[in-house]
Structure formats: structure tokens, C-alpha cells
């Protein structure tokens, strides 16, 4: 048993692959935004930021947990747990592992929007959460 | 590259589990959470030792995990069997009642706070029931002793 789940581990930690950057996070997604959008003219910090205080018609936002302000730590809406800062430029650990990001975007914006984000959604976010310094 | 990621973390998953197996004997300290049971569990809430539900809790939880208390926590099926597979070979006794999903529902957890007052249960840095880490100060280690216990007040 304890070999199994190792090998998982490993082969999970061999299967991701660290972007240099998180500007790294943006191309796949401009990508598929122009594929969604013929007219998607670019992400915006400003729409990010409007993005993550919305409630979107549900109990959370993005902020519920991650708080107004994504260089502070926060605090999981549900069962309390310290959740580390999610600005790269106070927490460098985040947006760096593009499998994580996918995983978290799907997982969290599941529990706020209902449903999965559209990559121009996810640009927005990551390009809002960048230029905060 | 690979091969470069395999040997740290192979080290410390070994490190990891010899702890565990150390330190089961008193009860409340079960050694640091293997790696991926952390990463997998230890998100939303402290990576709860396995030992604190028993086997079938498990397999409840785990076949429920796209509702996981409201959330989606679905994992890919195969990370799933492999986490289920280290919860149950590691879990506490069985119960003779329905097997609680919840480890606040265990008999043993409601005697080991009883103690614990509403107003505790309830400031903000506590939030809930869930949130192990806000007295016991080495949950992320699985070291629930009452040297590292630390109520708020």
C-alpha cells in the first residue's frame, strides 16, 4: 500500500511540469480564449479583480476565501483552514505549477460560478493576481 | 529532469511514513501525513490522519468525493484508489453504529472536547469544527498531543 500511493506521488510529481513564470499560465489560455472568442481582444487586471469579489449569484466569491486582498492569507469559508497568500509577489509558490492552477481553477470556481471558468475568465484572474505587488 | 524529481521525494515520503509507524503508539501523534495524501486532502482542510475514521467512513467519504460536504472534491480515479487504499489500511476501529462521515460525530471526539466551550467553538479563529489547526498547533504535522495544544482565548 504504502509503495502504491509513493508511486502515485512520483509519477504525479513527474507528470507536472513547473512554468518559469506565471506570465507562463497565459499563452495556452489566450489560445483558447480566441478559439472560445473570435473578438477576445486580451485579459484585464480590472475585469480579474471584479471577477474575484463577485458572487456571481452564489453563497461564495473567490474572495470568501482568498480574501478582498490576495496578498494576505486567508481563511477557508467552510471549515476555517489558514489558506496561504495567492499573489506571486507575496506567496512565490503560486502559479507556478500549471496542473495545480487547472486543478484549483476547476475545483474553485465549481464551488462559485456553478460550473467551470472559461479560459478568458482564468487569464483575467491570473493576470489580476499578477499585477498586484 | 524526472529522474531529478523521483530521489527527493522518494526521500521524504520515506521519511514520512517511518514516522507515522513510530508514532501511532500514543494515540494522538500519527507522524507527518504521507505527501500525497497531504496534497490531496490537506487543501481545504488539515490532511486528517486516516486513523481517525474507520475503514468504512472511508470508503463512504471516498465514494461521495464530487459532493465532499458541499464541494466538488473529485480526484482523478486513480490518485482516488490509492489515497482510499492508504485510509483504509490505516484506519481506526470499526464502530458498531452507522459509520459517521464526519470525525466530529466519533464518540471518542466528542469526549475528548467536551471541555471545549461553545464561545471556543465559535471565535473566529476556530470557524468550525474542521479546523483542527486552530489548537491543536501541530495538526499539519499529525500531532495532536496536548504539548502542542493551544486554545485560543
Known amino acids: 500500500m504504502a509503495a502504491r500511493i509513493l508511486v502515485t506521488a512520483a509519477l504525479m510529481v513527474a507528470g507536472s511540469v513547473l512554468a518559469a513564470s506565471p506570465a507562463d499560465l497565459l499563452a495556452p489560455l489566450q489560445q483558447q480564449a480566441h478559439r472560445d472568442d473570435a473578438a477576445f481582444a486580451g485579459f484585464s487586471a480590472a475585469r480579474g479583480r471584479a471577477f474575484f469579489a463577485a458572487r456571481h449569484g452564489g453563497k461564495w466569491s473567490c474572495s470568501s476565501c482568498h480574501t478582498t486582498d490576495p496578498r494576505q492569507g486567508g481563511r477557508h469559508a467552510a471549515t476555517g483552514k489558514v489558506i496561504a497568500a495567492l499573489a506571486p509577489s507575496a506567496n512565490p509558490k503560486r502559479l507556478r505549477d500549471p496542473a495545480k492552477v487547472e486543478k484549483w481553477f476547476r475545483r474553485n470556481c465549481k464551488d462559485v460560478l456553478e460550473r467551470e471558468c472559461t479560459a478568458a475568465e482564468k487569464g483575467d484572474v491570473i493576470t489580476y493576481l499578477m499585477s498586484l505587488n | 529532469m524526472t529522474t531529478l524529481k523521483w530521489i527527493p521525494l522518494l526521500a521524504v515520503t520515506t521519511t514520512g511514513l517511518g514516522l507515522s509507524a513510530a508514532a501511532v503508539a500514543d494515540g494522538h501523534r500519527f507522524g507527518a501525513p504521507d505527501p500525497t495524501w497531504q496534497d490531496e486532502c490537506g487543501s481545504c482542510h488539515v490532511a486528517y490522519p486516516p486513523q481517525l475514521l474507520p475503514a468504512a467512513s472511508w470508503r463512504?467519504?471516498?465514494?461521495?468525493?464530487?459532493?465532499?460536504?458541499?464541494?466538488?472534491?473529485?480526484?482523478?480515479?486513480?490518485?482516488?484508489?490509492?489515497?482510499?487504499?492508504?485510509?483504509?489500511?490505516?484506519?481506526?476501529?470499526?464502530?458498531?453504529?452507522?459509520?459517521?462521515?464526519?470525525?466530529s460525530e466519533m464518540r471518542w471526539f466528542l469526549r475528548e472536547h467536551d471541555e471545549v466551550s461553545p464561545a471556543t467553538w465559535n471565535k473566529p479563529e476556530v470557524g468550525s469544527q474542521a479546523n483542527c489547526a486552530a489548537c491543536h498547533t501541530r495538526a499539519e504535522q499529525g500531532d495532536f498531543s496536548e504539548r502542542y495544544l493551544e486554545i485560543p482565548r
Open chain 2, 60 to 103: 463512504a467519504l471516498f465514494a461521495g468525493l464530487d459532493d465532499h460536504f458541499g464541494t466538488d472534491a473529485a480526484v482523478a480515479q486513480d490518485i482516488a484508489a490509492a489515497l482510499l487504499d492508504h485510509a483504509v489500511s490505516n484506519a481506526g476501529r470499526p464502530v458498531e453504529s452507522e459509520p459517521p462521515l464526519r470525525i
